[in-house]
């Protein structure tokens, strides 16, 4: 929805969008109308937004992220990145390299997704999502993935319990 767009069909009626990206799908395109009038007949020119800061999502397995980062370091690009690593091999390391490759180059990372892991972290090899868990569920699995041993996942479960119902009052004050 952040994106310009005509009301109805129609070439005069718009919302006119952000004029900046409100996150990475968003990375092209951005405008503003300017409407000029003729008595009563409006025309409308979409002016281009220059972009300030480039966003560039980078995803794939390792051996492309890697050639894209050392592309983009080659061309002195600087964008914010968003890296979705699909690869096979599960990489507990990712950010690590990650930041290896983007250190002094002026590009900046704001977003890294795993998909490995978080297949990991759910323990299926079905198409189980996030989405389709509850929170308590997808931490019970994490406490898995990574081997926290028993002693120690009680006070964990507290803390998180403690954590979640802190975030559910604060939604409901909102309201």
């Not at 930041?99 to 977003?111: A, F, N, Q, Y």
């Not at 978080?118 to 999502?129: F, P, V």
């Amino acid at each position: 929805l952040h994106i310009p767009q005509k009301l109805g069909g129609s070439d005069t009626r718009r919302y006119s969008g952000s004029p900046l990206p409100m996150n990475f799908g968003e990375r092209t395109g951005k405008s503003v109308c300017l409407v000029d009038f003729t008595g009563r007949k409006a025309a409308v020119r979409c002016l281009p937004v220059p972009c300030f800061q480039a966003l560039e999502r980078v995803e794939g397995d390792w051996g492309r992220i890697e050639s894209r980062l050392k592309a983009l370091a080659g061309a002195d690009a600087k964008p914010w990145l968003e890296i979705v690593y699909t690869g096979a091999e599960v990489m507990s390391d990712l950010r690590d390299r990650l930041e290896k490759l983007v250190d002094g180059t002026g590009m900046e990372l704001i977003r890294v997704k795993n998909a490995r892991l978080i297949e990991r972290a759910l323990h299926r090899e079905d198409a189980d999502s996030l989405d389709a868990l509850d929170v308590h569920e997808v931490f019970e699995r994490c406490l898995a993935a990574h081997e926290v041993p028993e002693e120690q996942r009680p006070e964990l479960r507290r803390a998180y319990q403690e954590t979640v119902a802190s975030l559910l009052e604060a939604d409901a004050r909102a309201e």
